[in-house]
């Protein structure tokens, strides 16, 4: 099993940027697909971004389409999520998982073989 750990987050002002890291070890890195989540107080963990084990594929939640870009370096192994246009809705822990094996895009959270502990990112008025 792979393990994921992040970082990166922080408290930033309404139309700041974020970049956060996620160093994964163990099994064969690039042999997972990597995941972004994130989940706010009193909600449930949500899908943030997607992408495929090459980097050549990605995909995003609606609400953050535009503003977030997810990448990966295999060497080393760290997947990235470069956050611009911060608005306090983006507010949440911030999660990165991996994903050994898929079809079709995974977007539920039970679909996913591994999760780092969290990052916190809060984003002021």
């Given at each position: 099993q792979v393990q994921l750990v992040e970082s990166?987050?922080?408290?930033?002002?309404?139309?700041?940027?974020?970049?956060l890291s996620c160093a994964a070890s163990g099994r064969t890195f690039s042999n997972y697909a990597m995941a972004w989540f994130r989940q706010a107080p009193g909600k449930e963990r949500e899908f943030v971004a997607f992408i495929n084990w090459s980097g050549t594929s990605t995909d995003y939640a609606d609400s953050v389409k535009g503003r977030f870009t997810i990448s990966r370096d295999n060497v080393p192994n760290m997947v990235y999520?470069?956050?611009?246009?911060?608005k306090p809705d983006d507010t949440a822990v911030y999660y990165c998982a991996a994903k050994g094996g898929y079809s079709r895009i995974p977007y539920a959270t039970s679909m996913y073989d591994g999760w780092g502990q969290g990052t916190q990112v809060t984003v002021s008025s």
């Open positions: 990166g987050g922080g408290l930033v002002q309404a139309g700041a940027s974020l970049r999520l470069q956050m611009n246009s911060l």
